[in-house]
């Protein structure tokens, strides 16, 4: 297939709706994993019929195509390579409907994650997955990764609220899975096989989404400690005695300084460790929730700050949110590694990080959802400096091994992508490796379909 011949035939399809020119194509083959790629045009799909074309065309020409939601991925999942070409799902971006008395939302695949969850708030209704990236990604996206978020520790992650999918397979075949059902047991759950399967096993075209009642009431707390674990300590010590919030963030010395300076906050030299803590609930329940939570922190946090208006609460989250973007406002350069490991190694895991680091001369900056145990670990470094990149490589590899030993995992919500598929690969083992190889194989027998992320690219 020559490049030239396959473009006509696109444009002869897409019309004015293909791209090639510079700008588009350098920004398909980008995302937030500070890589590039590249392909050869953009497709920007405008309704389900434009992917079914696309994927047909895909297989009758044989070239692959790249599904893009926002473009958010840390991972590179959403990288091009080669004469790929990317399709563009975020103009496919209409609220269908909002049901209140099913409690669902049926979207297109490109609605921001964070339209819908206002959308829903006006009916009371609360869709609770939130990734804190909520207002530049995609539900699509999301549901592509099983994107976690702020409220996992209580509310679960997007899988948890994906009750049906309608899906376009490489060659163009349409198919549902699911429904509104709450309850389905009818054979293999494949709709929980394609949340966080990266784009690699089918288009998503259209969702539905599992919505709950939106808590009346809630209180949003930040609680400062002169020690580094003792955001750790504070985060047991509540989930030990039953008060179950809907995020429990944790921010260590550096990453609470950005998270202060983002919305011109100073704070003490003495303070190491921050932890946010939201509830919610019934009014009276979060009271009383919220009394007992601040009687087990006040002893041992420095400062204990209640957000007691819509103002406070924004300007708390606004910080937190930040601390992603700003963390190369301190550093050349960084790799952010969403490492996850069961509770109880939550502070024990992040001083061997720091170890890690340390011995390596790279800096260790963490942050993140201590609720759920999965935490940005943020090695910093100067890609300028001789050796640096290779002694990076070597920390991000001790971390991976360091948290698989405490049988944790080396992504807990940001997926596998291309930049660890190497790392799932070794740690796979026979049997998966060969199950994961086979379910491929059966959606995209070809190997066209975003190639090469999850599994190497020899997987078919
Ligand atoms: C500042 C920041 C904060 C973040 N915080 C979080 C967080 O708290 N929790 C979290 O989980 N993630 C977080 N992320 C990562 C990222 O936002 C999520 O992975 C998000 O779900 C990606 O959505 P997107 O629309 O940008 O998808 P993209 O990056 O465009 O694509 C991601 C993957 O989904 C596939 N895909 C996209 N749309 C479809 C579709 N319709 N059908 C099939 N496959 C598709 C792509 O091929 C790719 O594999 C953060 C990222 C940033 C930049």
Redesign the pocket.
């Known amino acids: 297939m020559s490049a030239p011949s396959f473009i006509e035939t696109l444009r002869n399809a897409f019309g004015d709706c293909v791209c090639t020119d510079a700008v588009s194509l350098r920004t398909a083959s980008s ?2 994993s500070g890589r590039y790629g590249s392909c050869s045009a953009v497709v920007r799909a405008r309704c389900e019929a434009d992917v079914v074309t696309l994927l047909r065309l895909a297989q009758e020409m044989r070239f692959a195509v ?9 991972t590179g ?2 990288l091009p390579s080669g004469h790929a070409v990317v399709l563009d ?2 103009a496919m971006n209409r609220i269908l409907d909002i049901d209140t008395r099913d409690m669902v939302a049926e979207v297109e ?2 609605v921001l994650t964070q339209r819908l969850q206002q959308a829903v708030e006006e009916h009371n209704l609360l869709y609770p997955p ?4 909520s207002d ?15 409220r996992a520790v209580k509310y679960g ?2 899988r948890d609220y994906v009750l049906g999918l309608r ?1 376009v397979l490489l060659g163009g075949e349409v198919f549902e899975t699911g429904g509104r059902n709450l309850k389905d047991v009818s054979g293999y759950d494949i709709t929980r096989l394609l949340v966080g ?4 096993l ?4 259209r969702i539905t989404l599992k919505l709950v009642p939106l808590p009346p009431a809630r209180s949003t707390m930040l609680a400062s400690f002169l020690t580094d674990d003792g955001a750790f300590q504070a985060a047991d010590l509540l989930l030990a005695n039953g008060v179950w919030p809907r995020a429990l963030e944790s921010m260590d010395a550096q990453a609470l300084r950005l998270a202060a300076a983002a919305v011109g906050e100073d704070v003490e030299e003495a303070v190491r460790s921050r932890l946010l803590v939201e509830l919610d609930g019934e009014a009276h329940a979060v009271h009383e929730e919220q009394t007992r939570t601040m009687t087990m922190l006040q002893p041992f946090s420095a400062t204990l700050t209640l957000a007691n208006d819509a103002g406070a609460h924004a300007r708390l989250w606004r910080g937190r ?1 930040a601390i ?2 700003a963390v190369l406002n301190i550093s050349p350069a960084k790799r952010s590694e ?1 490492l996850g490991v069961p509770r109880g190694q939550l502070a024990a895991a992040v001083t061997e990080l720091r170890g890690i680091g340390e011995a390596h001369g790279i800096g260790v900056l963490v942050y993140g ?1 201590a609720g759920d145990a999965n935490l940005h670990c943020n090695f910093l470094y100067d890609p300028a400096q001789a050796g640096a990149p290779e002694r990076l490589e070597q920390c991000v590899q001790l971390a991976y091994a360091a948290v698989l030993a405490r049988g944790g995992t080396i992504t807990g ?3 596998v ?1 291309l930049r660890k598929r190497e790392a799932l690969a070794a740690s796979l083992g026979p049997v998966r490796s060969r199950l994961m190889r086979a379910i491929k194989r059966v959606f995209d027998p070809d190997n066209l379909l ?1 190639p090469g ?1 999850v599994l190497p690219e020899d997987c078919a």
């Open positions: 995302d937030w790249v599904p893009r939601g926002a473009g958010t991925s840390a999942a959403v799902l975020s695949p490109g939130d990734p804190a990236s530049i990604c995609t539900l699509g996206g999301n549901v592509a990764t099983c994107a976690g978020g702020l992650v997007t899906c399967s990266e784009g690699t089918a288009v998503v075209t949110r992603s973007s969403d959802h919500e940001h997926g992508g975003n992320k």
